[in-house]
């Protein structure tokens, strides 16, 4: 076997990595507490080796569930523009954002360590997080779409608002109504005829 197919993961290999993540990115977003790495595995079918194998340290899985929810943020901006009017791609981002949050509630004790340590950077998470809004943002302004005084620092801060007064599983319904609230607030006025 070649040095290449040692480092390149079988297909079976990178599948049963991304549902393991699909799982664990589901169990912490249900979770009140940090759940156990044997909990993780039972859920995913699987045995507790076989996820250390993936994931060897409860923050590598961190890590990994962490960096796949800001690509997907950060992707989804633009891939939400080519499919729908920039106000429904922000609605729809905003969703987005929510099960960040929720995921992370989930795993904020090891994350919050990770951060302090320097093993994920906050500041660099924050720029490519505001650059997404950013992107849908321009998009609304040139389509007179969305409001054009409006930062993506003012939306991030009414998102993360929103979600501490109506945390997500639990208060889904709130909070879809305070995010078609916001946006509400998003559009521009009518122009008087």
Known sequence: MSE?????????????????????T?????????????????????????????????????????????VRLTTGAHELLGEMPPAAAMRRWMDLFGDWIATKNGMLDTLLVMIESGEIAHAQTRTELLTAITTILDAGRAADDLRTDITAEDIAASLIGIFTVAPRPEHEAKASRLLNLLMDGLRPAARPT
Do not use: K
């Open 26 to 70: 589901r169990v912490f977003a249900s979770a009140d507490t940090e759940p156990s790495m044997r909990a993780i595995a039972r859920e995913a079918g699987v045995g507790i080796a076989t996820l250390y194998r993936h994931f060897p340290t409860r923050e590598s899985l961190v890590d990994a569930i962490y960096r796949h929810q800001v």
């Open 4 to 24: 290449a197919e040692m480092r390149t993961p079988r297909a079976d290999a990178a599948r049963n990595r991304d549902q393991l993540l699909a799982v664990a």
